[in-house]
């Protein structure tokens, strides 16, 4: 039987969905399909109002800074016309960054209990968040920023037992610039991050020969989120939404006695908070 695929519109490439995980299932059942694929993804697993409300917050300080067209809705992050477009690093970008890094409801998403609970049930122990909190405000058609395919251990470092959480803050079709997942790629073990991507923050990843890599992703709805395996192979997509910023958080999860990076410890760019 085929492979049931999606295509996205403006790019035609191919992906493969998601498989989907129940949040309810037994904490063997979740680790044995981590071991295997070094993904799980679930539906709606965060608290839709919770989810709008990390939303709401970083969309204020994106209107205060002149990124929104003043004729749309707040939520629907509709980009103003001729503004950007900026990426992390940018010294019209870092601002504001910095006020979604201070702002406590972003802090403290990547704490709720139903993320918790998914965490403990990968590590078997209460899970320690890291405080390196990560948040990203992508523009659209910026696709020289759009992130390659890496494996996160290549910038977290610390424990190879660490699990990163991806949550777009707001519903994210594909044309927006989710995320895409290599299943089965953590058995790869730890690559060497050769490829340099011009624009992309970072922009350090592996080599891919696209002939054999394998993508999985799909629309994400409101709490959707992808946990991953630090070996895991992903990327982002573009944003090719035509005028839309999307909106997205992401977390690393490990146990709290393991090997962590100091850096991990630190606010995402070093960046000052406490004033």
């Known amino acids: 039987m085929p492979v049931e695929t999606t295509e996205t519109r403006s790019t035609n490439e191919v ?5 989907e995980s129940d ?14 694929d070094g993904y799980l993804f679930f539906r709606g697993l965060a608290p839709a109002d919770e989810v709008l409300a990390v ?4 969309l204020e300080f994106c209107r205060e800074a002149g990124w929104l067209d003043p004729g749309s809705d707040l939520m629907e992050a509709v980009a103003a016309p001729g503004v950007g477009p900026f990426s ?4 019209d970008y870092m601002p504001v960054y910095r006020k979604v890094l201070k702002a406590p409801r972003f802090h403290d998403f990547p704490a709720h209990p139903a993320l918790m609970a998914i965490a403990a049930k990968l590590l078997g122990t209460e899970p320690f968040v890291q405080p390196r909190r990560i948040g990203r405000i992508t523009f659209p058609n910026h696709t020289v920023a759009t992130t390659p395919p890496h494996q996160d251990h290549y910038y977290i470092r610390g424990s190879v037992e660490t699990y990163s959480c991806w949550v777009p803050l707001g519903v994210c079709p ?6 895409a997942v290599w299943p089965g790629s953590r058995h790869k073990g730890y690559i060497e991050h050769t490829v340099h991507s011009p624009g992309a923050v970072g922009g350090c990843g592996v080599p891919v020969n696209e002939a054999e ?4 992703t799909s629309d994400f709805g409101l709490g959707d989120a992808l946990f991953f395996h630090a070996y895991t192979i992903h990327k982002a997509l573009p944003n090719l939404s035509g005028n839309r910023l999307r909106i997205s958080t992401d977390n690393r999860y490990q146990r709290p006695k393991d090997d962590i ?8 760019f070093n960046l000052e908070l406490d004033n």
């Open 88 to 91: 992390e690093g940018h010294p």
């Open 174 to 179: 594909m044309s927006l610039g989710g995320l």
């Open 15 to 19: 992906y493969t969905p998601f498989i």
């Open 55 to 58: 939303r709401r917050d970083v």
């Open 213 to 216: 890599a394998v993508w999985h």
């Open 261 to 268: 990076d100091p850096g991990a410890l630190k606010p995402h």
């Open 23 to 36: 949040a309810n299932a037994d904490d063997a059942v979740l680790r044995a399909r981590m071991q295997e």
